[in-house]
């Protein structure tokens, strides 16, 4: 999945670059000697060269940031739901995919077993409260 749509845009990518490239091309052969402007064919080429250059550092770069992991840690925490491993008193441990987080109930206490959910980030801790009914994963 992930490989083909690097296909997709570097596809996009070229087909975009020779578009820019052609318009390039017709605005120095058609457009700028209409307000009497005549460069020479090497200042087209640089300009040219210039552009390519650009289009490929821009794909790298988006590429590079599409590719980042989102960091793991409280702020990507919020609207996470899982459960309470022991009571919340009001504070507590909470399990969330697997994985222990320390957590402050906003609502007072919360039995253990109990959904949760995630509403923000209290120091190191999780805010968290309790999940209206709904199954927890």
Do not use: C, Y
């Amino acid at each position: 999945m992930m490989k083909s749509l690097i296909m997709t845009r570097l596809l996009l990518a070229i087909v975009s670059m020779a578009l820019e490239q052609a318009a390039i091309w017709v605005i120095w052969r058609f457009l700028l000697p209409e307000f009497d402007i005549n460069l020479h064919v090497g200042v087209l080429i640089g300009v040219m060269v210039a552009w390519g250059i650009f289009g490929m550092w821009l794909f790298i770069f988006t590429s590079r940031a599409l590719n980042k992991q989102v960091p793991a840690g409280l702020p990507s925490m919020v609207g996470t739901v899982g459960k309470a491993d022991g009571a919340l008193t009001p504070e507590g441990m909470v399990k969330i995919r697997g994985e222990l987080w320390g957590a402050v109930s906003e609502e007072g206490n919360i039995a253990a077993g109990e959904g949760i959910l995630v509403i923000g980030e209290n120091g190191l801790k999780l805010l968290v409260r309790k999940r209206d009914g709904s199954p927890t994963h």
